[in-house]
């Protein structure tokens, strides 16, 4: 019984060791851009839940804690192919925990934009709003639907966590990857309360295409001839691959508070097709799944003073 529980508790414990940073995928906004001479600001904690990394990394992780932990040298073989799968579907789609920081600045009438930081992945966006009132709650009574379209650019340096486990994953591989993402949200909401005094529940649709780069250099994995004993092992060959692919996706939010102060609650889902990956040793490997992806967090809304007219004589 033990036994047929070891690659659950190997994968259980990767969960809980494993970190990196994802694109920024949480929507906060809602249909309703910063009004004018506002800055919008907050910080949100997201986890990444995704089901690609998920169905590859359970086998994967059992057999190179049993047979890899102890060794400098490695001959290529199928433990290793599955390693290199799992590491792959992690840059990809990471399950992870993360803090993400924002601001955002209303630019005119019907128009704002904005920044976003999740570790070391950083995201700029402007949107615009065609549906609704513009005004604040201090001069309109508005109270009725929003909605509003953008674009976001995000890019992202994956990199693991200093772990001693996965340091020997990249001292083996020598994994890099590097990602940009264009995202279109279409975001209607309901405010609660005039001009979302109070709060309002967002929904909507996005799309994502991301383009990926990812390199590998092996450092430590040979490929040894078994049909011929004679022929001394050899580096397996690097990789330097280019993909891309499109992301789908639905959300729905809710921000609750009063004025200046708020709490975001927010829950999204996301459908992604990777396609196939070339492999070490010329093998490929198909990556496709789902990713759900909840947060929550603080938001303040800071008002900017308005200068006063000068008074001609």
Partial sequence: MLKLMRPFIYFIFALFIFSSCTTPRSVLNSGKVVPKNTVRGGINYTFNVATSPISKSATAIYNFADNYSNQDTIYFDQSVEDVNAALLAYCLDPITFTNEYYLRFGLGHRMDMGYRNSGDAHGVDVMYQFLGGTGTFKDSEYNGMYGSVGLQYAHQNFKFMNNRVFNKFERMFGISMRRDDITIPLIFSKSCGPEERTG????????????????????????????????????????????????????????????????????????????????????????????????????FNIPTKKKKKEIKE
Avoid: W
């Fill in 200 to 299: 309002c529940l967002s929904f909507g649709l996005t799309y994502t295409h991301s383009f990926i780069r990812y390199k590998i250099k092996p450092k430590a994995i040979y490929y040894l001839n078994e049909n011929d004993v004679s022929v001394p092992p050899q580096l397996l060959e690097p990789l330097d691959a280019k993909m891309d692919y499109s992301s789908y996706g639905t959300f729905i939010n809710f921000k609750v508070g009063r004025r200046y102060v708020f709490f975001n609650l927010s829950l999204s889902f996301y459908y992604q097709n990777f396609g196939k990956y070339p492999l070490l040793g010329g093998k490929t490997t198909s990556l496709e799944g789902f990713s759900i992806v909840p947060s929550y967090g603080v938001q």
